[in-house]
T-cell receptor, first 113, second 110 residues
């Protein structure tokens, strides 16, 4: 079974630009969660989608948004990029629920210049 | 909101020695999960504990869930260089979300 696939692996952007990251979950997984990882801050939860509906949202500004398609693939968009948005963005898929293991992709490393 | 706290945040461990990392919550957890992230990699699920006082072993790794289901520990014996990485615990935060601790970064000294 193929794992979680995130594209692109690396991105370099400048302040003010916007970016879209993509995540393809494991086949059969309907829940996709997004996390931001920066040194020393662990995994900061962004949002979770299940069957095209956002069920949970973390404490991030509205510049961070996402969506999920009918095939469970998910995208995350960040607008008006700031230097502080530089991070590893991880996507994880699961069967759904807080008692299911999360399966992570390799992440997208976003650097803002 | 509910959080899980991990201590210590960093550990330097001599190869061959044992070490333990801890995870604490202020509220009772229905389950706790442990993940390992190798340097440059992504978090990988290790195990889930559900029952009060549960102990599970994976080779040199022993995971324990506290009797009150508010804390958990991971104990590694005879540390190897392959044990290097960051160990995260995660507990439920609401019905459909996990809250991750900040992790315990482990450096192994040969």
């Amino acid at each position: 079974k193929a794992g979680v696939t995130q594209t692109p692996r690396y991105l370099i952007k400048t302040r003010g630009q916007q970016v879209t990251l993509s995540c393809s979950p494991i086949s059969g997984h309907r829940s996709v969660s997004w996390y931001q990882q920066t040194p020393g801050q662990g995994l900061q939860f962004l949002f979770e989608y299940f069957s095209e509906t956002q069920r949970n949202k973390g404490n991030f500004p509205g510049r961070f948004s996402g969506r999920q398609f009918s095939n469970s693939r998910s995208e995350m968009n960040v607008s008006t990029l700031e230097l502080g948005d530089s991070a590893l963005y991880l996507c994880a898929s699961s069967l759904g629920g807080n008692n299911q293991p999360q399966h992570f992709g390799d992440g997208t490393r976003l650097s803002i210049l | 909101g509910q959080q899980v706290m991990q201590i210590p945040q960093y550990q330097h461990v001599q190869e061959g020695e044992d070490f333990t990392t801890y995870c604490n919550s202020s509220t009772t957890l229905s389950n706790i999960q442990w993940y390992k992230q190798r340097p440059g990699g992504h978090p990988v699920f290790l195990i889930q504990l559900v029952k009060s006082g549960e102990v599970k072993k994976q080779k040199r790794l022993t995971f324990q869930f506290g009797e009150a289901k508010k804390n958990s520990s991971l104990h590694i014996t005879a540390t190897q260089t392959t044990d290097v990485g960051t160990y995260f615990c995660a507990g439920p935060h609401g019905s459909n979300r996990l809250a991750f601790g900040k992790g315990n970064q482990v450096v192994v000294i040969p």
